[in-house]
């Protein structure tokens, strides 16, 4: 899936889902592209090119796309919400895993499993394609309809 599609969807589920407010739906929002540090190309990746070109050798949808980078990503979180004044991890971890079940969606699926070379995947959407366009566009209309936007 694409970044919009991915920021949609964590916005819905920060702010529909759990309520959460403005500030943390907008965490949840931007950790829905970390899982795309791994392509020199993607939103996150033209950001940080010494984390994202060494990353893409072991290729898009590795590491980054399992539990366990989630886990490890988690950890630097986990460290720097000691020095904020609101949980991080939550909305970290709703924008994170709301990647991984998107991208679970596509042909090419996760290897959620990692190290195990298995990609789990519901191929029912393609990356870029025009039912992407139209789910991107409801989770926007429906995250909006509920207000506080």
């Known amino acids: 899936m694409m970044a919009p599609a991915h920021m949609a969807a964590a916005g819905l589920i920060a702010h529909a889902a759990f309520g959460l407010p403005p500030l943390a ?9 970390i899982p795309d540090i791994d392509t020199p190309r ?9 984390v994202s070109y060494p990353l893409s ?3 898009h949808r590795s590491i980054t ?12 979180v ?3 919400q000691e020095y904020a004044s609101m949980n991080l991890l939550f909305p970290f971890l709703i924008g994170y895993l709301s990647h991984l079940l998107l ?3 596509t042909p090419q ?11 789990i995947k519901i191929p029912l959407v393609a990356t870029g394609g025009i039912l992407e366009i139209i789910i991107t566009a ?3 209309v429906f995250t909006v309809s509920f207000g506080a936007w």
Do not use: N
């Open 25 to 33: 739906t907008g965490i949840a929002v931007i950790a829905s592209l």
């Open 42 to 50: 993607s939103t996150v990746g033209r950001l940080v090119p010494f």
């Open 57 to 59: 050798l072991a290729g």
């Open 65 to 76: 796309h399992s539990l366990a980078g989630a886990v490890l990503l988690a950890i630097p």
């Open 78 to 80: 986990l460290i720097a």
């Open 103 to 105: 991208d679970l969606l």
């Open 109 to 119: 699926g996760c290897p959620l499993l990692w190290p195990l070379p298995l990609h």
């Open 138 to 140: 409801a989770l926007v």
